[in-house]
């Protein structure tokens, strides 16, 4: 019964597990270097910023939304926190006012989505410009650069021998698989999804849980915002500019479903694992940037075709 | 049909089913929720593939892959839920998917509208084809269905529960219209759960159980006990089995309720054990009454009292509560999220009973969950089973459960019984007496009038946003109610 189930739950999951696997058996054998330590822990740390932003996309899409200003709202917070940085805020607040910004922004969105009645795709296309525009103008289009070691280490530190970006996308992922599975936010998510009409008669707070939804997908987007900051030891008004494809396309190769209602937190986290490596690979292999472009293009499309396949499949 | 087969995750849906249609027949197809009517309907217009078995058309084998090699062989379906495009016009949703052009490639809507209307007034209905179908009554989109299948020369049509929406005359009308589609040789394989049609409409009857054939007979020699018996495997001896329990105090009370166009003047009360039946025609403002009374709508004036106490704060919460439950009418839109498991959906009005900091306790909600599976005899191979894939029947038993998990005072049932098989009906029935047993006030909406008067204690009338009449059990007859109704 238990095998069963989980098999049900998460059988999806496992497919793409598996792609996972032999992408990675493929690159093993074309080009050796692939299955190093150090590759391997290069994959994770570069996969590591677009994975942490799109565990925030799967709550977002699992209520049936999108979020289409992560990338924007990244770079106005990775400015906001770095200029407070630099004008002498304590590094603990500093951080704060990062994911505070991101949180912020991803707030308004969810009031616009909720109590505006926004349609999602309007609401956070309006942010992604609004949001980049304020980045622009906060710094006059100057990145932000010249912090302390300290602040670095939140890049280039390591525990355990693993990359603290590592361990820090680790943490949201086990944290946000909790929140998803384990509290009333989480179900109210896939109930909103799922059928929100019988999720108000049955007493949910929608407007509220779709905002903090979407406040959460900011926050993240603003936490993800303080490591791409210290690892380029500069924040850049035009950082992430095109993360939000990345990330949706994470979380629907990892099977969430655009619809709404269903999907997980570890499927996102293969998803852009399969990305990253497929990157990696790429470029290991030599190919062009030009021709990466194609073939992630192609991978997208194909998971997604192998995803309504699946499911078909169990009708 | 003969040897089908269907398997689901976990569940034998169909096993070993056969299943034979006369040219020129209405054929009835009679079983519980579960029993796998829609299973078979589905796999014969090409929704559902077979696991096993073999279906011939005129002798021939066929292979049915999609609902399109359905259509091929003429074969279509008219579902209970209609599958109309709600913005297009009546001609354009006939001849979807096949319209007829001009010059290869532009619309030719002069021809389509001619030919709509021909097929139309064949049928004998009058409606603009131009008008967007979402203008139309429901039975009129019905027709729009019979009209498209028509046109797409089927041979053999299916209709689900067609009548479930549709007032006493249209009923009428559309069984006059499948007499005349009957003379033409159409064949017709009909499902409903309301026995006195059956015979009015039906030639034969198949009936199935738990996915098995338990027999095909001619409807001129079975009577209802036999089916009955049949569907369900024992006796019934008692279509209703009211029990009145003794009424305490008042619990709800309503005073002078006003939506603006829609509920005007509303006042009454309910009392503790008592069953509050509430009749109307459609669009009388049943199901808005009972919107308002939940908190789902907004009012434009009124009181409404709980336990005597002033409602303040008009939300579902807000109702939740203070214990008031609402079995939706639709209880796929509004009742359940499908994709959610039993468990999830029992819990999910009462979610913060079981959590402590937001954070979900999930062995006392999977105790909460097997207690109502087993007080109410839920089939599911599990708590984790995706409500989606349980019966009618047993899905009602879980929005059921929802409330009861609440421990509502006043429960709210909006067409409790609306395409549930007898032996459900008999179940939900029961229900009804414990919950007034214990002290629960019940309101019972229903357009079916001897379900009113067989579990109401009173009944409320309402036509047009007002409430028209008020009977006690004693008093009241299909005939007052009707009169009330339609606002004598």
């Keep these: ?91 603990g607040l500093a951080l704060l006012s990062g994911v505070g910004t991101g949180l912020f922004c991803g707030l308004i969105n969810g009031l616009l989505i909720s109590v505006g009645r926004l349609p999602p795709f309007i609401a956070t296309l ?167 472009q194609i073939v992630i293009g192609s991978v997208i499309i194909v998971a997604v075709l192998f995803d309504m396949a699946w499911k078909t499949n169990r009708k | 049909m003969q040897h089908i087969r269907k398997t689901f995750p976990g569940v034998v849906a169909l096993d070993n089913v056969s299943f034979e249609l006369r040219k020129g027949e209405v054929h009835v197809l009679l079983g519980e929720n579960g029993a796998g009517k829609s299973t078979l309907m589905k796999i014969l217009s090409g929704a559902y593939q077979k696991s096993e078995g073999e279906i011939l058309i005129d002798g021939q084998e066929v292979d049915i892959r999609s609902p399109r090699d359905a259509q091929g062989l003429g074969i279509s379906i008219i579902y209970q839920e209609l599958n109309l495009v709600p913005h297009l016009s009546a001609a354009a949703n006939i001849f979807l998917g096949r319209e007829p052009l001009r010059y290869g490639s532009l619309l030719d809507r002069k021809t389509m509208n001619r030919e709509a209307r021909q097929i139309l007034g064949g049928l004998g209905i009058d409606v603009d084809v131009r008008r967007a179908v979402s203008d139309l009554s429901i039975a009129q989109q019905q027709m729009v269905e019979v009209a498209k299948a028509i046109s797409l020369d089927s041979k053999i049509l299916i ?110 009360s ?46 579902p919460r807000s109702a939740i509560n203070s214990g008031i439950g609402f079995l939706t009418e639709d209880r796929k839109k509004q009742g359940l999220v499908l994709a959610l498991s039993v468990r999830e959906n029992v819990c999910l009005p009462s979610v913060d009973k079981f959590s402590k900091y937001g954070i979900v306790n999930a062995a006392e909600e999977n105790n909460a969950a097997a207690k109502y599976i087993k007080e109410l005899r839920i089939k599911t191979p599990s708590l984790n089973q995706k409500v989606t894939y349980l019966s009618g029947g047993n899905q009602q038993k879980v929005v059921l459960s929802k409330w009861l998990c609440c421990q ?23 229900l009804m007496n414990q919950l007034t047993a214990s002290g629960v006030g019940v309101i019972m909406i229903s357009s079916e009038l001897p379900e009113l ?36």
């Design chain 1, 1 to 91: 019964m238990k095998t069963r189930y989980l098999l049900q739950v998460y059988g999806r999951q496992f497919g793409t597990l598996f792609g996972l696997i032999a992408l990675s058996i493929v690159l093993w054998i074309l080009t050796p270097h692939f299955m190093t330590v150090s590759n391997l822990l290069n994959v994770a740390q570069q996969t590591a910023i677009v994975a942490i932003i799109a565990a925030g996309m799967t709550f977002v899409i699992i209520t049936a939304g999108i979020d289409l200003s992560v990338g924007s709202v990244l770079a106005f917070s990775g400015v906001v926190m770095a200029t407070l940085l630099l004008g002498g805020l304590p590094l």
């Design chain 1, 126 to 292: 309006g942010m992604m410009s609004v949001a980049r525009g304020a980045a622009l103008v906060f710094t006059e289009g100057r990145p932000v650069s010249g912090f302390s070691d300290s602040f670095r280490q939140i890049a280039v530190g390591e525990v355990l021998r693993i990359p603290a970006p590592v361990v820090i996308m680790l943490a949201v992922y086990l944290i946000a698989h909790f929140v998803l599975t384990r509290t009333k936010l989480g179900r109210y998510t896939y109930a909103i999804g799922g059928n929100e009409e019988a999720a108000i008669l049955s007493g949910v707070n929608v407007r509220l849980y779709r905002t903090l939804v979407y406040g959460l997908c900011g926050g993240l987007s603003g936490l993800a915002a303080i490591i791409l900051t210290a690892r380029l030891n500069s924040a850049q008004p035009i950082a992430g500019i095109m993360y939000e494809l990345d990330a949706i396309a994470a979380v629907v190769i990892g099977g969430t479903s655009l619809i709404g209602g269903e999907g997980t937190v570890f499927g996102t986290l293969i998803g852009a694992l399969i990305m990253g490596v497929l990157r990696n690979g790429l470029t290991l292999l030599g190919v062009s940037s030009f021709v990466q």
């Design chain 2, 159 to 268: 209709m689900d529960e067609p009548t479930s929406a549709l007032t006493e005359r249209e009923i009428k009308e559309l069984f006059s219209r499948i007499r005349k589609l009957k003379a033409a040789g159409v064949s017709i394989i009909y499902i409903s759960h309301r026995m006195e049609e059956l015979f009015e409409i039906g030639d034969r009857v198949t009936v199935l159980r738990d996915g098995k054939n338990v027999g095909s007979h001619e409807l001129s020699e079975i009577t209802t006990p036999d089916l009955i018996r049949l569907m369900v495997n024992r006796e019934l001896t008692n279509q209703f089995p009211k029990i009145r329990a003794s009424q305490g105090g008042e619990v709800l009370k309503v005073e002078d309720l006003n939506r603006k166009g829609i509920l005007h003047n509303i006042s009454f």
């Design chain 2, 270 to 315: 309910l009392h503790r054990g008592e069953v509050l039946g509430i009749a109307g025609l459609l669009g009388s403002g049943r199901t808005e009454l009972a919107r308002a009374l939940f908190g789902a709508d907004n009012i434009d004036s009124g009181k409404i009292y709980f336990k005597g106490k002033l409602q303040p704060a008009r939300s």
């Design chain 2, 408 to 430: 509502a005072d006043v429960l709210i049932f909006d067409e409790p019984t609306r395409g549930i098989d007898v032996g459900s009906k008999a179940e939900i029935y029961e």
């Design chain 2, 453 to 488: 008067l067989g579990m109401s204690d009173r009944i409320l009338v309402m036509h047009q946003g007002r409430i028209s009449g008020e009977f006690t059990s004693e008093e009241a007859t299909q005939e007052k109610i009707l009169h009330s109704a339609l606002g004598g």
